[in-house]
Structures are given as structure tokens and as C-alpha cells.
């Protein structure tokens, strides 16, 4: 195993001078420090993590708390985890994972025991218990997520947030429906314990869907649904006994796309000339549904990407950057198409309520 002594020898200088370069604690010469490198390269040599720990005051780690809760997509998360942790490698970090609902505590945790340089915080909530401990902390953090209604409020707040704009994705849906004829929309949201939780995202798709809505007078009718085929049947039965003219569907739940396909197909309703279907969702899901979906994609590799740049430019000494959110980008596909001839949807005031958000 190679040694700091290896290095010094091949480099022919002290060891406190290779000590010196790692930590960053003296200065040292352009062409020493070169020296040093090359020597460092050439044998391989890798510091020790807590020695180095010690030396810099930095662990070269950065915490992802991505708690597992009811209701989330699981291979969403992952896909922004793994980008995470490869985007991180490629700044010289590696990554801890913390997955447990410790909510407060657990970025206590993390800033007692200096486990971690910073921290990056995922299914943030309007009103996250775990802002008060974020503001607090020495360490930077960035949320992948808005911790209130708007954007606006968030740089107020002083925090550092990546995140798709879900109230421009709602309303871009409502709005490719309508541009297609369609009068009465339905949307099977997330299921109810995301809603109850407060779920940032969640809250802000469903306020750019009203707000287009309202802004072309059409009927929408909200329905939290957990993605299983029983779930998604009851619900969309309900749906068309309740208000039979519903043309148009807006899907934001990834694990209810295929059951609401297959229940389609099975109530012989045909996609889209009997009813279109926008979803918001990743790609590959939209792309290799059983029938590919006109979709609002969700960023998930490049939210994870935005997330690591700000910490590591943190960490560098830059200040909060405040609220970055990625416009919406739908891609229209064979799941939607004009509006088919029925009964108009009756818009009254009770659409969004009873069981909706």
C-alpha cells in the first residue's frame, strides 16, 4: 500500500510538504505542487478518509436524506439518487444515503456529527419541518423541491432549490386538452398520502391545473388514486357515473398509467378517440406505455445533475442561488387527439372537492 512517505520520497520532498499540498493548509509552489501530483498519480496514491477528514475539515461527502415514504414512485427517486451519485464522483465526493423518516433529526445528524460536507434533501413538503434545521446548520444544503407554494417565497427564505416547475406542468396539460376541444378533464393524482403530507410538487401541479382550467372554462374533477388496478378502476368508475361527458384524463401517478390503460381497454374506451390521456411522468414511462402517452417529462437526471453543481459551487464558497425550476416540456404522442362528441361537463363549483385536493 502506497504511503504519504512513498510520495514524498518520489517526489524528493518532506512529508509535511505532501501533507501541506493535501490539506491546503500552506502555500506551495506552482511547481512543487505539480511535483507532488504527478508523483501522487503515478504511484496511486490515495489518502486516508478520516486522516484526510481530519486535515481539511472536509469528509468529501455529500448526504442525500431521500426518505421512503407511502405514496412516492420509487424508481424516480432512484433514477435522481444514481445521478446524484455519479454527478458527485465526477467532483471527487461520494455520497451517503439516508433513507429513513427522521425529518428533523436526521439533518441534526448529519450536522453533530460531521458525517457529510453537505446536504442534498429530497421530498420536501410546503412548510418542511426540516427547514428550521437547514437554515441553522453550518453545512450547505440544496432541496431538489419547493418547501412553499411559490418560487417567489423560497428565495425569500433564503434557500437553495432545483426543481421541475410542476405548476407550469399542470397548467401545460390543461392546456393541450383544451386546445384539442376537450371540455371535461379528470386528473388521478398521487396517492392521498402525498396530498396529506403537503407534498411540494403535488400542491403545485394541482394549482397550475385549476388555474388553466379556470383560464379556459373547462370542468376539472381531481381524484387521489394509489396505483394499483382496484384503486385506479374505483376511481375512474366514479369518475365517468359522476360526470359522463369527461373526455380528456390527466395522469400524475407513474404507477397508475398501465392499470388506467388496461382498465380503458377492458371498458372498451379507445385511446384517444374516446378518451385522450396527458400524463406527467418520465420518459421511458411515456415512450413504452401500452399505448405511448403525450407527456410532461420529469427531469429526474438532471434535477439530480443541478442539485450537486450548486452544493459543490457551495462548497466553494459561492452564496444560495436561490430557486432554478426546468420549464416543462411536453411531447405529444398517440394518447391524445380532438375531443370526442358527448355530454358537456358540468362545471360547478364542487369539481375539485369531494375526495379531491
Avoid at 143 to 166: K, N, Q, R
Amino acid at each position: 500500500m502506497v504511503t504519504l512517505a512513498d510520495v514524498a520520497r518520489h517526489a524528493g520532498v518532506s512529508a509535511s510538504t505532501v501533507s501541506y499540498v493535501l490539506s491546503g493548509k500552506r502555500s506551495i509552489s506552482a511547481a512543487t505542487r505539480e511535483r507532488i501530483q504527478h508523483s501522487i498519480d503515478t504511484l496511486g496514491y490515495r489518502p486516508h478518509a478520516g486522516a484526510r477528514a481530519l486535515a481539511s475539515s472536509r469528509t468529501g461527502i455529500l448526504a442525500l436524506m431521500m426518505p421512503l415514504r407511502a405514496g412516492l414512485y420509487v424508481p424516480v427517486l432512484m433514477e435522481i439518487a444514481m445521478t446524484v451519485t455519479t454527478t458527485a464522483r465526477s467532483h471527487g465526493y461520494d455520497v451517503l444515503l439516508l433513507t429513513g423518516e427522521e425529518g428533523p433529526e436526521a439533518v441534526r445528524r448529519v450536522e453533530g456529527s460531521a458525517i457529510a460536507d453537505a446536504m442534498i434533501v429530497m421530498d420536501v413538503g410546503i412548510d418542511d419541518p426540516r427547514l428550521p434545521c437547514l437554515r441553522e446548520a453550518e453545512r450547505p444544503s440544496v432541496l431538489i423541491g419547493l418547501p412553499t407554494e411559490s418560487a417567489e417565497a423560497a428565495d425569500t427564505a433564503g434557500l437553495d432549490c432545483v426543481d421541475l416547475d410542476f405548476e407550469a406542468a399542470g397548467a401545460r396539460c390543461v392546456d393541450h386538452l383544451a386546445g384539442l376541444g376537450h371540455t371535461g378533464i379528470a386528473v388521478l393524482g398521487e396517492p392521498p398520502a402525498v396530498y396529506e403530507r403537503g407534498t411540494g410538487f403535488a400542491a403545485r401541479t394541482l394549482t397550475g391545473l385549476r388555474a388553466a382550467a379556470g383560464a379556459h372554462g373547462v370542468g376539472l374533477l381531481h381524484r387521489p388514486v394509489d396505483g394499483t388496478y382496484a384503486a385506479v378502476t374505483a376511481a375512474v368508475t366514479r369518475i365517468f357515473e359522476e360526470r359522463p361527458g369527461t373526455t380528456g384524463l390527466v395522469v400524475q401517478n407513474e404507477a397508475a398509467v398501465e392499470p388506467l390503460l388496461a382498465l380503458l381497454r377492458h371498458q372498451r374506451r379507445a385511446v384517444p378517440e374516446d378518451v385522450s390521456v396527458v400524463a406527467i411522468c418520465p420518459d421511458q414511462i411515456a415512450v413504452h406505455a401500452s399505448v405511448p402517452l403525450t407527456a410532461v417529462s420529469v427531469p429526474a437526471r438532471d434535477l439530480g445533475r443541478l442539485a450537486v453543481e450548486r452544493l459543490v459551487r457551495r462548497l466553494a464558497g459561492e452564496e444560495p442561488r436561490g430557486t432554478e425550476l426546468i420549464a416543462p416540456r411536453l411531447t405529444a404522442r398517440a394518447s391524445t387527439g380532438p375531443a370526442a362528441p358527448g355530454a358537456p361537463f358540468a362545471r360547478t363549483e364542487d369539481l375539485h372537492g369531494r375526495g379531491g385536493h
